[in-house]
């Protein structure tokens, strides 16, 4: 059984490049585009080679063969190094039934604290996802459809540069910012809002400024790429015809911006899914999150299948958030990564 394990291992990633190319293939077809030329009589046969080559290799190195090692080595138990492969190497479901139960050997009680670890961090992310949308959806299209080329530039400018210091840095300045002694609550009593310091760090309101502030590029361009394609004419028209502003972007720009919403509302998901560093920085003591637990299964516990398990979990709960996106805005795969 092991051993079937290990050629499915090295078969996965062919598994895997067959699908996308089917779906590649019927999306092409489904786009209506006979006389489109083909990869290879875009690209010429070289330069198409080279491509494949070096795309193929860093999908299937660095991303495909290490994720389904890591399912693989979830369905084992628990061993010393030196019995990998013996005996006592066998496929087992404990590492899930830990992730459930808190026990490998009895299912009387669930494991509460993982559990509601895992679904606040889902939940936390999905409230990230949409507080980013809130924000960046107005900037996007003042940037797309309002803004002068000179002023484009400097927003862009004002976007980049706060990501050019480290997102550890980041996260600590965030930290000295919402601290008891901090910026904002030594404002806040100087002007006499409050009277006592507020917990922002405990309310765990820093993590989720400093989560929001973390990924808000990665909502921001997908969003500005599909309304910057808009044509204006088409919101000119609708203005003619007497829409108020909030019908205009309910129904001629955020259709239109559907595929660049999907990809920035998956992205953003993802990230703070498995975000580690903000969450041990801004969280507060009381503060769940499910990445530092996944940590501490590898590097505290030493047991590495369970931390796999833990690991492939929030990667299917991943992937089908991506599937209900793209499910709800109606986008196919392919739309969201033009």
């Known amino acids: 059984m092991i051993e079937v394990g290990k050629y499915l291992i090295f078969l996965g990633p062919l598994i895997v490049i067959a699908v996308f190319w089917a779906m590649a293939t019927v999306e092409r077809r489904q786009s209506g585009e006979p006389g489109a030329k083909s990869f290879f009589g875009r690209n010429g046969i070289a330069i198409s080679v080279f491509l494949l080559a070096a795309v193929g290799l860093w999908a299937i190195i ?67 996802t949409a507080i980013n949308f809130c924000i960046c959806y107005p900037m996007a299209y003042y940037m797309a459809q309002v803004a002068t080329p000179e002023r484009l530039r400097l927003f862009m400018l004002m976007l980049i540069a706060p990501f050019w210091v480290n997102e550890i840095l980041r996260a600590f300045a965030f930290r000295v910012l919402f601290g008891t002694s901090g910026l904002i609550n030594n404002f806040l009593l100087g002007i006499g809002v409050i009277a006592e310091p507020i917990d922002f760090l405990g309310l765990d309101v820093a993590m989720y400024t400093g989560l929001s502030y973390a990924y808000l590029l990665m909502m921001m361009f997908p969003l500005y790429n599909a309304i910057e394609s808009l ?95 793209l499910r709800v805005f109606k986008v196919s795969l392919g739309e969201i990564t033009r």
Request: proline share 7%; aromatic share 16%.
């Open 231 to 325: 044509d204006r004419n088409q919101i000119e028209a609708a203005r003619d015809l007497g829409a108020p502003w909030w019908h205009i972007h309910l129904f001629v720009v955020m259709p239109f911006a559907k595929p660049g919403i999907a990809s920035g509302c998956t992205m953003v998901f993802m990230l703070t899914a498995g975000a580690l560093a903000a969450p041990l920085i801004l969280g507060g003591p009381n503060t769940l999150w499910f990445t530092p637990i996944v940590y501490d299964r590898f590097y505290q516990a030493f047991n590495w299948p369970q931390g796999s398990a833990y690991a492939f979990i929030l990667l299917l709960t991943c992937v089908v958030f991506v599937l209900a996106v």
């Open 62 to 128: 660095m991303i495909v063969l290490p994720q389904l090692y890591m399912v693989d080595f979830s369905f084992h138990p628990k061993l010393p190094p030196r019995d990998y492969g013996g005996p006592n190497d066998h496929y087992t479901l404990d590492s899930y039934r830990y992730f459930i139960f808190g026990s490998t050997t009895s299912m009387d009680h669930l494991n509460v604290i993982h559990l509601k670890a895992f679904f606040m961090t889902i939940f936390a992310s999905i409230i990230v």
